[in-house]
């Protein structure tokens, strides 16, 4: 009997395994699964990197496409993992790529200009936001659209749910209409520059207010002053190129004339200022480099004296190497050669 009995229990353990082995395993509804991500192609175009052409009133914003080769691309959004990708920018400032993005609301589209050793060129982001749905997508990443997308970065960080939810089309009514204010009210006779608009505290705005989008305010533009430049000594027939190394600043092209010449509205920081000296045949002769701190609300007026006294404190000297475009501008002498005053 007993052998009887563990010859049963023999077979029952075998049985047992084998089912364990060979039974197929089967989902059960209510298990956890794994989400599926669908993708779908976006077309995504770089604009406004480029200090030429003109928009709204003003010189568009005046980095200098040499200091710009290549923009670091990133794609975020409510539920997914960032994407990032190097993009090359032509000699207008222009770049385009295609990538599989999730689909879903809002995704973020950032891009970051970038020098030749892969450093971020200060001020140079242009970013958009936009839906991703089934099929072919295309987005435009212009400065008219950055602070929307500064606005929806701001929402992610802090709170997803009011990221996915947001009306990008209230949010950039916003901005739009901020840049319409801004022509009157804040740089007459230029426009504002759309890099001023404050996305960041947009975003806030809306968080602190269940997602309601504010109205056109004063406090909505980021920290600026008005900057004016006059060159006097000039010689006869004789012209000059400035700029500043921020965004928002106007290019100031081919002026001839000694009178003070505005800048329009400069961020907060520290600059870098060129002046480029032409002469009559439009071959660049000289040029001038120097620090230019902007404090908010503290208008700046500059003067540059090219037939004053010498100057010993300050320091003009530079490396011709990094302007291609005015490679063969003679070197200045340590300063010695001009006069910078002003506010």
């Not at 710009?68 to 975020?76: D, F, M, P, W």
């Not at 269940?210 to 430049?229: D, F, I, Q, R």
């Not at 600059?271 to 480099?289: G, S, V």
Request: proline share 6%.
């Amino acid at each position: 009997m007993k052998r009887f009995e563990l010859a049963l229990a023999a077979v029952l353990v075998f049985s047992l395994t084998a089912c364990q082995t060979f039974m197929p395993t089967v989902q059960h509804p209510g298990a956890a699964q794994k989400p599926v991500v669908e993708m779908a192609p976006v077309k995504i175009s770089l604009s406004g990197l480029t200090p030429g052409g003109t928009t709204a009133g003003f010189n568009v914003q005046a980095v200098p496409t040499y200091l710009i080769t290549q923009a670091r691309v990133e794609v975020t959004g409510p539920g997914m993992a960032m994407i990032s990708q190097t993009v090359a920018i032509d000699a207008n400032g222009h770049g385009t790529v295609s990538l599989n993005v999730p689909m879903g609301r809002n995704r973020v589209f950032t891009a970051i200009a970038l020098k030749t050793d892969n450093s971020p060129v200060p001020g140079a982001v242009v970013g958009a936001v936009k839906t991703i749905e089934p099929g072919a997508n295309a987005v435009n990443l212009t400065w008219t659209t950055t602070a929307t997308a500064e606005a929806f970065t701001d929402l992610l960080a802090n709170d997803a749910a009011m990221a996915s939810s947001a009306d990008i089309s209230k949010v950039q009514t916003l901005v739009n209409g901020m840049l319409i204010w801004g022509s009157a009210a804040i740089t007459t006779p230029l426009s504002m520059h759309p890099s001023l608009v404050d996305g960041v505290k947009i975003g806030q705005y809306m968080r602190a207010n269940g997602g309601a989008v504010p109205l056109v305010s004063v406090n909505y533009v980021k920290p600026h002053a008005m900057v004016s430049l006059k060159v006097n000594g000039l010689p006869a027939g004789f012209k000059y190129d400035a700029w500043i190394e921020d965004p928002a600043s106007r290019l100031l092209k081919g002026v001839a004339s000694d009178l003070l010449q505005s800048f329009g509205a400069v961020h907060e920081g520290t600059w870098t200022l060129h002046i480029i000296t032409l002469n009559a045949t439009n071959t660049p002769e000289k040029r001038i480099q120097e620090s230019l701190t902007v404090v908010n609300g503290v208008a700046r007026d500059i003067t540059i004296d090219l037939a004053g006294p010498s100057n010993a404190n300050l320091d003009f000297s530079h490396d011709d190497a990094d302007i291609p475009t005015y490679a063969n501008v003679p070197a200045l002498n340590n300063g010695t050669e001009y006069v910078i005053s002003g506010n």
